[in-house]
């Protein structure tokens, strides 16, 4: 019998986007970690907001699943 190898990439990662560009990240990420990948933490420093695809507000610590997405206003 084989085993099944245990592959760190695609089935581990999650596709989130923020402002319409794909990021991949690790499952339990969050509204910040995405932010500092697509390199617009500061944004949120100078007072922008971060929001969801349905337009409410979401904090830096909220947890993201595959397929958030996420707009900076």
Request: aromatic share 6%; proline share 1%.
């Amino acid at each position: 019998m084989l085993k099944k190898k245990y592959t760190a990439g695609k089935d581990t990662n999650m596709k989130v986007y923020v402002n319409d560009r794909e990021f991949e990240l690790v499952p339990g990420m969050t509204v910040k970690h995405a932010l500092i990948d697509a390199g617009l933490l500061d944004m949120i420093k100078q007072g922008k907001k971060a929001y969801d695809e349905m337009d409410n507000e979401v904090g830096l610590s909220g947890e993201l699943t595959d397929g958030a997405k996420i707009y900076i206003r």
